[in-house]
């Protein structure tokens, strides 16, 4: 390794070598020729990996080209009318279509039948009590194993104190505690930053719900004052539900749904 | 003050002997009061009111008016509303009076005929300022024109390569500028539906709305603005066929309006209306405010620049001269001395109310709705501002303090367009659900529901004379509706 910048230097203090420019045009010159000739003769994997690497180069420029070629020529913007119009004030919106919508009722109304939620992710696959629990062994010979830790994210309330070691029956890791969710609302296509109130519901269970355990599917309360939403009154609405939409113990984030 | 005391004691002497007296201070609209405090009697109702103001003001012909107290008309006689609010009478009472129109409109409450002819869904419709003429635009390419004496289609207007989003009529009647979705705009010439020239390209996406210059600063009429989902504004010369382009919005412009005193305003996706002086395409302004798309824009004096000099007297001038005075005082009357206001809805479910040349702070923040706000529409008087949203609801606000007076709720779907009545005392909305409703400001109720339609209605206007109401939609036929 250079412990300098000495070329540079040296560049500096003596100038370049007098024909300098013209090596530097003829190795330009040659690289093609140079190219070629080792493509041809490379055998076996450096011989796929040129190839590709050309294909690449070559699908690139082709795609360049044909960039530069739309913006010259004049190309009559979709000249073909089309069925179902809508004025300018629906354009920009997304509007699924009409049979969607009420096939969608129909599934909501079973839905609400069965008593059901209707969450953007209705089915997550359970997560079985040694996965969710780490056994810890105490006592002098580590012999007693009534204490577990939890190995997934926990939400833990701002008052919270740890009881003492003998009584603490689950361990939520502090680096595995979080305070925040990335919040998307599903309409306005914007993502928060928002503090968790609450776990309203772990799909796994009432324990993990009342442990603050948040895994994928669980349903969190936050907190959205900040959104400005407000109620039919008029009062700004600051609690609601989101529903978690990665595993937050693999990202060391959580990423919401808000539920509207 | 000799007058006060004139009515004074002639209404004291009648009842003398029963009567309470409260102290009274008449104010009119904007705080300023009408003559001094005075007594009045506690068993007079409006129409007692209504004398008593028309004598103050010294009214040639009598204004019909309406009065409130702390923003709730007094529709019962002021005993009675001082039992149940039980005001106290050390103070004086300020009650504003607030002139009313001195014509009514019929209720619409029948449909006098469905006309087909477009081969695709009806994007807009729009009478013209003196109501006389009706057009509509649609997705299949074409603008029409519609005969309003015989209901039946007068001419077929095809130029336009793909779907007509937007169409506006020149406050003078002498034009009709529509906008389409490959973003050409084309004058056409109501009196022979013929094209007027050559069509006007320069935008590079669709349109999203168009603005005639008030005839009081310039008749007759030349300039219009347009906007478009590429982001400019563009101000056309019908004559010259010249173009001022207005860019800086970083996104799609969706509302463009020509105010009355000289400037154009464009609300944008970008969350921000900019403000724009005309002659250079100068930005003169920026409101901030918003904190998503900007989809609606209205002014206070709106629909009086949009019907120019024809009242409802339904008088025509010869001259464009003679049309820009009156204009001009039409337009000076229903301003008064109050500076434009400007109210903006937006898909934050928010709508703010701004006045552009005192403050680029909003005056007051609206919230209530909880879908996005699709279309604002301040009543001819100025007095109210209407909103429908996506949540199936209309509010009705008050236009000078913007606080919220009542919700009309009855739509089964998303509210797209409304339109007032030109005495500001009904209003009307078209929904989703493919209704019609109109409903009544003063009482707050729904007045008729009109069905009819067999799909989502996408457009309404109610024309300027009140004669009749038209309405477009998704299945094809432009409905005529009648009192």
Known sequence: MPQNEYMERHRREHGRRFDHEERIRKKEARKAHKHSKQAQQAIGIKGKQIAKKNYAEKAQMKRTLAM?????????????????????????????????????????????????????????????????????????????QWKRMVTKATFVGPGFTRKPPKYERFIRPTGLRFTKAHVTHPELKCTFNLEIIGVKKNPNGPMYTSLGVITRGSIIEVNVSELGLVTPAGKVVWGKYAQVTNNPENDGCINAVLLV | MEIDTVTEAAVVEEKRTTVNNVMCLLTDQDGGPI??????????????????????????????????????????????????????????????????????????????ATISGHGEAVLSVAFSPDGRQL????????????????????????????????????????????GSMSGELICWDPQTGKQLGNALTGHKKWITGISWEPVHLNAPCRRFVSASKDGDARIWDVSLKKCIVLCGHTLAVTCVKWGGDGVIYTGSQDCTIKVWETTEGKLIRELKGHGHWVNSLALSTEYV?????????????????????????????????????????????????????????????MTGHQQLVNHVYFSPDGQWIASASFDKSVKIWNGTTGKFVTAFRGHVGPVYQISWSADSRLLLSGSKDSTLKVWDIRTRKLKQDLPGHADEVFSVDWSPDGEKVASGGKDKVLKLWMG
């Open chain 1, 68 to 144: 530069h070629d739309e913006s010259t020529s004049r190309r009559k913007a979709d000249d073909n009318v089309q069925e179902g119009a809508v004025p300018a004030y629906l354009l920009d919106r997304e509007n699924t279509t009409r049979a969607k919508i009420l096939s969608n009722t129909i599934k909501q109304k079973r839905k609400e039948k069965a008593g059901k939620w209707d969450v953007p992710l209705p089915k997550v696959r359970p997560v079985a009590e040694d996965e969710m629990f780490k056994v810890v062994r105490t006592g002098k010979r580590k012999t007693k």
């Open chain 2, 35 to 112: 003559g001094a405090p005075m007594y009045l009697p506690q068993n007079i109702g409006p129409q007692q009111l209504q004398l008593i103001v028309n004598q103050l003001l010294n009214n040639e012909e009598k204004l019909p008016y309406a009065f409130y107290i702390s923003d709730e008309e007094l529709l019962v006689p002021l005993e009675t509303y001082l039992q149940k609010h039980k005001v106290s009478v050390e103070k004086a009472l300020p009650i504003v009076c607030q002139p009313q129109a001195v014509f009514r409109i019929r209720p619409v409450n029948r449909c006098s």
């Open chain 2, 135 to 178: 057009a509509s635009g649609s997705g299949d390419t074409t603008v029409r024109f519609w005969d309003l004496g015989t209901q039946t289609p007068m001419y077929t207007c095809t130029g336009h390569k793909n779907w007509v989003l937007c169409i506006a009529w020149s406050p003078d009647g002498k034009y009709l500028v529509s």
């Open chain 2, 305 to 365: 620049l949009r019907t120019g000099a024809f009242d409802h007297t339904g008088k025509q001038y010869s001259s464009p001269d003679e049309m820009k005075k009156v204009a001009l005082e039409r337009y000076n009357t229903t301003r008064g001395t109050a500076p434009e206001r400007l109210v903006s809805g937006s898909d934050d479910f928010t709508m703010f109310l701004w006045e552009p040349f005192i403050n680029k702070h909003p005056k007051t923040r």
